[in-house]
């Protein structure tokens, strides 16, 4: 569509490029098709009809996107040639909204935007006392020396709104010295509302973020069966200390030597632990290591690595030691496991067999 708007393509390219344009739209003639179809499988929708479940779905936010990606099959079949200035190229150039159907980011954004609704109204009742002041002074101010510019309210609002946003065209510029006064005040006050806004931002995306990993550890520490085991409120303190951490297979986690500052639980996947004498361990979902040099604050005695794609919880030192003193049952399951797999590696190293 960017291309079709330049004059003087050639006529092959130009064809090229509304052929390519009408098979794109049939393709997204499919998809509708498809999604009003499967949507009665959508959860949401499972409690009511087929029919009310792709009724609601063609007018929902996703069906009218959809439905506008279409027109221009209907306008191609009502005679409109598809070029850079007929109405079927609106409709093409909406196709960039499927784009933000799919992006998780805009998603957060609207997230974002509902939980910090009240400061950001109240930036922006701020935003426009300060642009109607500053436009009311300068029309008063100005529009002695500068009627075609700030002869009316709506000229200097132009002016006060590029002023306040610090874009600064150059097409309007007070000249007296009261609008000069009101411009440097307008200036400041507009880094002032626009820094405002960023932090109220800034803070929403960052609590958003926060509570989205608050999830996700919650999600992987439910699956450790030590954690499970504790409870719900004993969980919830728990996964605030825990950090998870993706490894792909065969990557080194931690070195025989290295100092023991933390613990790792196996929430997903399989490690291998290679032992100083020579044998392997094979620990899989549930399992933890590291609590040996933790406890006894000692360098790691084992070399552990991923044997496949593994999904790590990882818990601190001075995190572990501070659970360890409010919740026992935690610090009790794990001394036994360390004192479980000490004797074993003893048993192993001596050659005998387990009993």
Known sequence: MILLSIDGLPPDTRNALRYAIWAVANLFFIEYLVRLWVAPEEGRYRETSSTMARLQWAMSLPGLVGLLATVPIFMWLAGYRIVGADAASIFCALWILKLGLHAPALGTLAR?????????????????????????????????????????????????????????????????????????????????????????????????????????VWEQVARVPIFAALGVVTLSEIVGKLRTRYYPSHVTIMRRGDPGDS???????????????????????????????????????????????????????????????????LAEAVEMEAKRRREENLERMAGEPRR
């Open 263 to 329: 613990m790792f639980f196996i929430s997903s996947g399989e490690c291998e632990v290679r032992l100083p004498s020579g044998g392997t361990v094979r620990l899989g979902e549930g399992a933890f290591f590291g609590e040996m040099a933790l406890l006894e604050r000692q360098p790691r005695s084992a070399t552990v690595a991923t044997a496949r794609p593994t999904t790590l919880l990882v818990l601190y030192a001075s995190d572990f030691y501070e659970i360890a003193s409010r919740i026992p049952a």
């Open 112 to 216: 974002v935007v509902s939980n910090e609704r009240a400061p950001i109204a109240g930036v922006l009742v701020l935003f426009f006392i300060v642009l109607v002041i500053a436009a009311t002074a300068a029309h008063m101010l100005e529009r002695g020396r500068q009627p075609e510019a700030f002869g009316s309210l709506p000229s200097a609002l132009w002016w006060a709104v590029v002023t306040l946003t610090t874009t600064g065209y150059g097409d309007v510029v007070p000249v007296t010295v009261g609008g000069r006064l009101v411009g440097s005040v307008l200036m400041i006050s507009g880094i002032s509302v626009l820094a405002i806004m960023t932090g109220v931002l800034a803070t929403g995306f960052s609590q958003e973020e926060r509570r989205r990993e608050y999830l996700r």
